[in-house]
């Protein structure tokens, strides 16, 4: 099983700067300010990441397992642990959206909650930058071969192109 060399990471920030006028006084300005989140694990512990593209159409889903996978270099890779993952849909044109769920079996629901547990993210206009959700937990979280099935699904009415980023380790 090839493995990981070097240094991983998971990063996401926003930074802003915002501004007023108020007429006769002086202006208010807030910022430049910034929100960040960067969590570098051990590479001896997270030693692979399964990096996938796929398309999905209208109304169409796939359901990823999580325990084991072919690596970008095309070799196998057992996952026990996920500390984090990533996904980003863009779509053409207006009107695809992103699902993300538990599988309908052996189904991984770590980061959601309740009796239908899911996220769906409208990827927008065309010309912008998509959709996009980073989970990343303080703790791993087990996969075996009963929790490790995530869905994707596409609930909106044109196809999206969705990315997938998921760092475990065995």
């Not at 072919?70 to 070799?75: E, K, R, V, Y």
């Given at each position: 099983m090839a493995t990981v060399s070097g240094s991983l990471s998971l990063a996401a920030s926003a930074t802003w700067s915002q501004s007023q006028s108020n007429g006769a006084l002086?202006?208010?300005?807030?910022?430049?300010?910034?929100?960040s989140y960067r969590a570098t694990p051990d590479a001896a512990t997270y030693t692979q990441v399964q990096a996938t593209q796929l398309t999905l159409a209208a109304s169409a889903s796939q359901t990823l397992d999580l325990s084991s996978f072919?690596?970008?270099?095309?070799?196998t890779a057992t996952c026990t642990k996920v500390l984090g993952v990533?996904?980003?849909?863009?779509?053409?044109?207006?009107?695809?959206?992103?699902?993300i769920e538990p599988?309908?079996?052996?189904?991984?629901?770590?980061?959601?909650?309740?009796?239908?547990p899911s996220l769906t993210l409208a990827c927008g206009d065309p010309a912008g930058p998509?959709?996009?959700?980073?989970i990343a937990d303080g703790a791993a979280r087990a996969v075996s071969g009963s929790v490790k099935n995530v869905k994707l699904s596409n609930p909106?009415?044109?196809?999206v192109t969705v990315s997938v980023v998921i760092l475990c380790g065995a």
């Open positions: 002086q202006g208010t300005t807030q910022g430049p300010d910034s929100l072919t690596t970008l270099l095309n070799a990533l996904v980003k849909a863009t779509n053409t044109v207006t009107g695809g959206q992103l699902k599988g309908a079996s052996s189904a991984i629901d770590f980061w959601l909650g309740g009796t239908t998509g959709c996009a959700v980073l909106g009415t044109q196809t």
